[in-house]
């Protein structure tokens, strides 16, 4: 018998065992070779990964990254140049199906060990209801939002045919081409702005010209400090200066937002301790995260911030993080997370949607703004490209990944069943036939990576019922997009008790002392863009909107 067996388990306990469980996304087997197996596996496609590269030519090959092949996707607007590129990356994927294999394998032992039926069975048990149910949920979800993403993907495949033409600008059935959507992914279709935006040039907000120009006086004051004939070392030092300086005042304004709310300010440790911008004495990954070093105050964020606009929001996002990390830090180690995974994303873009043109206006960022309709299309346009198209992407990956670990999806039909998914959920498509011969799912990082991915899709939808409850708490009147909690105690006192609880109940509980119900609930993402899927809707009048997944292409003879 085990020391423990016949002691009276507390709920507190119980919970802390479970959370214990799950603590791993790749539970490794218990046979004493396998794990290091297991390691090695993940390390080497994560490295694969890391170093995917497309080269072309014979000799001197041109060798492209991941970043430079997604600045064609975003930029290029040459059919062909997308489609190499698209194709491009994802061969970087190919030789990770046999390690991926494998890795299920050896995954699904792990989880089979600890007592559930498999690894997807184990992602799904860490939302206090039966993985069944959550399964159901996101469903349920993304069933509420499917008709705003259908009128949304109308829209965009008729600017495609417009661009390109009937013939290339849709695949068949109506889908989107995969490789024409602006992102390698089709997971955020903002890069098409230059196509889709409604009304050119009305109404946009210039933050990253009003960080640039403050760069430039920051720039102008460490110039003179260097003194009149400063040599050119003298130059790059101000220069590096003013990034700093320019990074650390966007970080600050982030920062005042929380503090408006009634929390605490950032200790000063973080301001030591935290990247700003890129250091030059060492290659470091620039991708934007948040860390709580000790789980007892010491938070960081880790960042390369360039002054423009989507690093200023992103940091409103991070700081999210830090201060869910704050909040909790009294809780006992294992309940200092997010009520569920899909909490901790959902925080910070809670504050990023209170970012309005008022709000910046008020922070002195940006001038009066144009409250024209047009101008509202425009900027709920620019946050559905973002925020809607990612919705049924957010969705498809993990139902891929429970599917590959239930064994439903055989190795064999690992590609055949990832462009299922996609076609639909997301209504997009390949031009080109995408064999067993490849492995497209190995080309997003979050797969070699093995992390799951539902809890951003339920994220995109929490961050809008989050943000409903707590313009309801800062008692606004008026329509939800024009909601800006921002210097509201009453709304941040509601928000900073729930982020205090962690992980220390269900979070349902959670759910409902923040705003009255415990379930999960997409109504405020319509409510939101209600004004923009009316006008989607008259502008798809006439064309025939949805999808049909194709059919299997015929054998060749």
């Given at each position: 018998?085990?020391?423990c067996?016949?002691?009276?388990?507390?709920?507190?306990?119980?919970?802390?065992?479970?959370?214990?469980?799950?603590?791993?996304?790749m539970?490794?087997?218990?046979?004493?070779?396998?794990?290091?197996?297991?390691?090695?596996i993940?390390t080497k496609?994560?490295?694969?990964?890391?170093?995917?590269?497309?080269?072309?030519g014979?000799?001197?090959?041109?060798?492209?990254?991941?970043?430079?092949?997604?600045?064609v996707?975003a930029?290029?607007?040459d059919y062909?140049?997308?489609?190499?590129?698209?194709q491009?990356?994802?061969?970087?994927?190919?030789?990770?199906?046999?390690?991926?294999?494998?890795?299920v394998?050896?995954?699904?032992?792990?989880?089979?060990?600890?007592?559930?039926?498999?690894?997807g069975?184990?992602?799904r048990?860490?939302y206090?209801?039966?993985?069944?149910e959550?399964?159901?949920?996101?469903?349920?979800?993304?069933?509420?939002v499917?008709?705003?993403?259908?009128?949304?993907?109308?829209?965009?495949?008729g600017?495609?045919?417009?661009?390109?033409?009937?013939?290339?600008?849709?695949?068949?059935?109506g889908?989107l081409?995969?490789h024409?959507?602006?992102?390698m992914?089709?997971?955020?279709?903002?890069?098409?702005?230059?196509?889709?935006?409604?009304?050119?040039?009305?109404?946009?907000?210039?933050?990253t010209?009003?960080w640039?120009?403050?760069y430039q006086?920051?720039y102008a004051?460490?110039?003179s400090?260097?003194?009149?004939?400063?040599?050119?070392?003298?130059?790059v030092e101000?220069?590096?200066?003013?990034?700093?300086?320019?990074?650390?005042?966007?970080?600050?304004?982030?920062?005042?937002?929380?503090?408006?709310?009634?929390?605490?300010?950032?200790?000063?440790?973080?301001w030591?301790?935290?990247q700003?911008?890129?250091?030059r004495?060492?290659?470091?990954?620039?991708?934007?995260s948040?860390?709580?070093?000790n789980?007892?105050?010491?938070v960081?964020?880790?960042?390369?911030?360039?002054?423009?606009?989507?690093?200023?929001?992103?940091?409103?996002?991070?700081?999210?993080?830090?201060?869910?990390?704050?909040?909790?830090?009294?809780?006992?180690?294992l309940?200092?997370a997010?009520a569920?995974?899909?909490?901790?994303?959902?925080?910070?873009?809670?504050?990023?949607?209170?970012?309005?043109?008022?709000?910046?206006?008020?922070?002195?960022?940006?001038?009066a703004?144009?409250?024209?309709?047009?101008a509202?299309?425009?900027?709920?346009?620019?946050?559905?490209?973002?925020?809607?198209s990612?919705?049924?992407?957010?969705?498809?990956?993990?139902?891929?990944?429970?599917?590959?670990?239930?064994g439903?999806?055989?190795p064999?039909?690992?590609?055949?069943?990832?462009?299922?998914?996609?076609?639909k959920?997301?209504?997009?498509?390949?031009?080109?036939?995408?064999g067993?011969?490849?492995?497209?799912?190995?080309?997003?990082?979050h797969v070699p990576?093995?992390?799951p991915?539902?809890?951003?899709?339920?994220?995109?939808?929490?961050?809008?019922q989050?943000?409903?409850?707590?313009?309801?708490a800062?008692?606004?009147?008026?329509?939800?997009?024009?909601?800006?909690?921002?210097?509201?105690?009453a709304?941040?006192?509601?928000?900073?008790?729930?982020?205090?609880?962690?992980?220390?109940?269900p979070?349902?509980?959670?759910?409902k002392e923040?705003t009255?119900g415990?379930?999960?609930?997409?109504?405020?993402?319509?409510?939101?863009?209600?004004?923009?899927?009316?006008?989607?809707?008259?502008q798809n009048?006439?064309?025939?909107?949805?999808?049909?997944?194709?059919p299997?292409?015929?054998?060749?003879?």
């Amino acid at each position: 018998a085990t020391p423990c067996e016949g002691q009276k388990k507390t709920a507190d306990s119980e919970r802390a065992a479970l959370l214990l469980k799950l603590a791993t996304p790749m539970p490794p087997p218990k046979d004493t070779k396998t794990p290091s197996a297991l390691t090695r596996i993940a390390t080497k496609m994560e490295g694969d990964y890391g170093s995917g590269k497309y080269c072309k030519g014979e000799g001197e090959a041109q060798c492209r990254d991941l970043g430079q092949l997604s600045d064609v996707l975003a930029s290029n607007r040459d059919y062909d140049a997308q489609l190499d590129a698209w194709q491009g990356w994802h061969t970087i994927s190919k030789p990770m199906r046999k390690d991926y294999t494998r890795f299920v394998e050896l995954v699904n032992e792990g989880a089979k060990e600890m007592g559930f039926a498999d690894a997807g069975e184990m992602w799904r048990s860490g939302y206090d209801m039966s993985p069944v149910e959550i399964a159901a949920e996101t469903d349920r979800l993304w069933g509420q939002v499917k008709p705003l993403y259908e009128q949304l993907h109308c829209y965009a495949r008729g600017k495609l045919e417009t661009k390109y033409g009937p013939g290339k600008g849709a695949a068949a059935g109506g889908m989107l081409p995969a490789h024409l959507m602006g992102n390698m992914w089709q997971q955020d279709w903002g890069n098409l702005w230059d196509m889709l935006e409604p009304y050119k040039g009305v109404g946009s907000l210039d933050i990253t010209g009003a960080w640039q120009k403050q760069y430039q006086r920051n720039y102008a004051e460490a110039v003179s400090k260097a003194g009149a004939g400063a040599n050119s070392a003298a130059l790059v030092e101000a220069d590096r200066a003013a990034q700093l300086e320019t990074a650390k005042q966007m970080t600050r304004r982030a920062e005042e937002f929380y503090v408006s709310l009634g929390m605490p300010k950032l200790p000063e440790s973080y301001w030591e301790k935290t990247q700003f911008i890129q250091p030059r004495d060492r290659d470091v990954v620039c991708h934007a995260s948040a860390w709580d070093m000790n789980m007892s105050g010491d938070v960081r964020t880790k960042m390369c911030i360039k002054p423009n606009e989507e690093e200023f929001t992103t940091i409103y996002h991070e700081l999210g993080h830090v201060y869910y990390y704050l909040a909790y830090n009294d809780k006992p180690p294992l309940f200092q997370a997010g009520a569920h995974d899909g909490f901790h994303e959902a925080i910070g873009d809670t504050i990023v949607l209170s970012m309005t043109p008022s709000y910046l206006q008020s922070i002195g960022l940006v001038n009066a703004q144009d409250q024209s309709q047009e101008a509202l299309i425009n900027a709920q346009m620019r946050m559905a490209l973002a925020k809607v198209s990612f919705l049924p992407f957010g969705l498809m990956i993990d139902r891929w990944r429970w599917g590959v670990f239930d064994g439903s999806i055989k190795p064999e039909n690992y590609n055949k069943a990832w462009w299922e998914l996609k076609a639909k959920y997301q209504g997009v498509a390949p031009v080109s036939p995408r064999g067993e011969e490849f492995f497209d799912p190995g080309a997003k990082y979050h797969v070699p990576g093995n992390t799951p991915y539902t809890r951003y899709f339920l994220s995109h939808v929490l961050q809008f019922q989050f943000y409903k409850s707590l313009c309801d708490a800062a008692g606004h009147k008026g329509p939800l997009y024009e909601c800006s909690f921002a210097g509201n105690k009453a709304a941040g006192e509601k928000f900073w008790n729930m982020l205090g609880k962690g992980a220390s109940q269900p979070w349902q509980k959670t759910m409902k002392e923040l705003t009255g119900g415990e379930k999960m609930d997409a109504s405020a993402v319509l409510e939101y863009f209600a004004p923009l899927q009316t006008w989607l809707k008259q502008q798809n009048e006439g064309r025939t909107c949805g999808w049909q997944p194709a059919p299997a292409a015929p054998p060749k003879g």
